[in-house]
């Protein structure tokens, strides 16, 4: 049963590296394509604000291929952030107060580390590390704050993309199973519920680091969860040594400032790393004297004041441009809070005003094997490089302009330069007005020609509505025309078949009528005819009835003793009733 206890443990602690990235996906950063030399404090996103504390960041590029992701936490005194996995490397810079970082690095040899941390502290922690910071209380409620970069290019493969600065611990453990829980940190059911139900807290909390040394179940399951050995078997948390810009002696120091870089010789924690920092203090009315970096990109945040920052794009001798690497000649003016980037090759200057010292820390890239390159002064790259030559580069008339321009700055690295922040200022505003006023024209141009060119497109919309219309028209009247040719070959059509109609009736009738004709006198002729038949057989039935009576009425006139009137002619009387009938017949019919 240990033994299976012991294997679903170690299968949490895969299965938890493989969620973390599930997990991070979601925080994937999208890093914009256009290189800016200037990211204001004002453009800042806000991730995390509680009354404990807040965090906002920023996502900067150096223009080729580098991105990095700056993030600016601040505790309240008597504060805690809470645990996080590491997804990149992390260097940070305390800018105010004091505080403790812990962390558990991924290989687990020294166990659970921390560090105490105040103003002006460096450190760095690796990819793949948990920690979490505490606030120390503050009588005078300073504030903790740390200023910290994330490389967003993985190194070992730059193609991978970048999933977020880091994930927090709470969320990769409640993303498992409870029976996977339960049976992985050997714990009951009751345990992982109360783990799970909780709400989610916020990024910072309130803490009360009188608690920090009181054992806990909670902290039992973090460290199981992790994979290192319960609480009595845990070696003692060590103590390591930070890097701070204040407490040694500056790499650069003179009258207008100084200036100090840690790199992995100055601070065991940088070492693997392709991240530093630096820190420049200039007095009022000082130079930052021109320089390039060679193999790094500066990353700096201004801490205090305000001054001129001057960066210059370096030339291409094929006259081509490269896309993949914007580069603009530029100067601007910068203030507390606000961060600024120069990419490597390209010279920069920072310059304090005469009113108020500049100082702005910041992080560079490839620190180990970089070595700055100065332009003027006693450490000039140009002094080594053979006059006549280099006479011939600036296309002189003779080298002694090329001595005069090297051998009259006796200072190095940091100069002296009053009123050059105002000057510069003053042509950075009139050139920015210029350039306003021409983008300006530009833009009236612009919306002259998108003017013009929506009237040209309203003009040629018009005439082809107008020819349209015109269409439309035509159509409208040939069909019309059509329309009045059918309607008149269907009105002719009509009166033709009406005509063809009342022909066929008038026909009709005529032979209906002659038909009615003939049949009437076909009838007639019959009836004639039959009148005839019967007038004979009544004659002939009237004058046997009168040869039937004649010899009666002789009888009875012979026995009345004399004769009878004689018939009026021949048939005698039945003859003339007889034709009587017929004559009267005809005279009705006719």
Request: charged share 35%; net charge negative.
């Amino acid at each position: 049963m240990v033994a299976k206890k012991a294997l679903l443990g170690a299968a949490v602690v895969l299965l938890l590296w493989a969620f973390c990235s599930a997990a991070a996906a979601g925080g994937e950063k999208r890093f914009a394509s256009r290189f800016r030399p200037l990211v204001t404090k004002e453009s800042r996103t806000r991730v995390v604000e509680t009354e404990s504390g807040t965090i906002t960041a920023v996502d900067v590029r150096d223009g080729c291929a580098g991105a990095y992701h700056l993030q600016f936490i601040t505790l309240e005194p008597s504060s805690l952030f809470l645990p996080v996995l590491l997804h990149s490397d992390m260097v940070f810079y305390v800018h105010t107060g004091r505080g403790r970082v812990s962390y558990l690095q991924e290989d687990y040899k020294h166990g659970t580390q921390s560090i105490d941390v105040k103003h002006g502290d460096v450190y760095r922690l690796e990819q793949g590390s948990v920690f979490y910071v505490e606030s120390n209380p503050s009588p005078t409620r300073e504030k903790l704050r740390i200023h910290a970069v994330f490389n967003a290019m993985n190194i070992e493969n730059t193609a991978e993309p970048f999933f977020g600065a880091y994930s927090n611990i709470c969320d990769l453990v409640r993303g498992f199973d409870e029976q996977v829980l339960e049976m992985g940190f050997g714990v009951s059911k009751e345990v992982i519920q109360g783990i799970i139900s909780a709400e989610r807290p916020p990024s910072i909390v309130p803490y009360s680091q009188n608690e920090t040394e009181k054992p806990s179940w909670k902290e039992g399951i973090i460290e199981a969860l992790l994979g290192v050995r319960g609480p009595r078997d845990l070696p003692n948390k060590k103590k390591t040594k930070t890097f701070n810009f204040f407490s040694g002696k500056p790499d650069v120091e003179n009258c207008y400032g100084w200036s100090t870089a840690v790199t992995n010789k100055g601070l065991k924690a940088l070492k693997g790393s392709n991240l530093g920092a630096f820190m420049v203090n200039l007095t009022t009315g000082a130079m930052m004297g021109p320089h390039w970096n060679p193999k790094a990109t500066e990353i700096a945040i201004v801490i205090h004041g305000h001054g001129m920052v001057q960066v210059v794009c370096p030339s291409n001798p094929s006259g081509q441009s490269n896309k993949s690497c914007e580069c603009k000649n530029t100067a601007f003016r910068v203030k507390e809070g606000d961060v600024f980037i120069v990419p490597r090759f390209h010279p920069m200057t920072q310059i304090s005003f005469n009113n108020d010292s500049f100082v702005f820390v910041g992080f560079s890239t490839n620190v180990g094997q970089n070595h700055p390159q100065f332009l003027a002064g006693k450490r000039s790259a140009l002094q080594v490089i053979n006059k006549e030559i280099l006479a011939m580069s600036f296309n002189a008339p003779n080298s002694t302009l090329v001595e005069e321009l090297l051998a009259s700055q006796r200072e190095s690295i940091i100069l002296s330069c009053t009123s050059c922040a105002e000057d510069l200022a003053k042509r950075t505003e009139s050139e920015e007005a210029r350039e306003r006023e021409e983008e300006e024209a530009r833009k009236r141009k612009e919306e002259e020609a998108r003017k013009r060119e929506e009237e040209e497109a309203r003009k040629r919309e018009e005439e082809e509505a107008r020819r349209r219309e015109e269409e439309e028209a035509r159509k409208r009247e040939e069909e019309e025309a059509r329309r009045r040719e059918e309607e008149a070959a269907r009105r002719r059509e009509e009166e033709e078949e009406a005509k063809r109609r009342e022909e066929e009736e008038a026909k009709r009738r005529e032979e209906e009528e002659a038909r009615r004709r003939e049949e009437e006198e076909a009838a007639r002729r019959r009836e004639e005819e039959e009148e005839e038949a019967r007038g004979r057989e009544e004659g002939q039935s009237e004058r046997e009835r009168e040869g039937e009576e004649e010899p009666r009425r002789r009888r009875r006139e012979e026995e009345e003793g004399g004769g009878g009137e004689a018939p009026w002619e021949e048939g005698g009387e039945g003859e003339v009733v007889r034709r009587s009938k017929v004559a009267a017949k005809k005279l009705y019919k006719g």
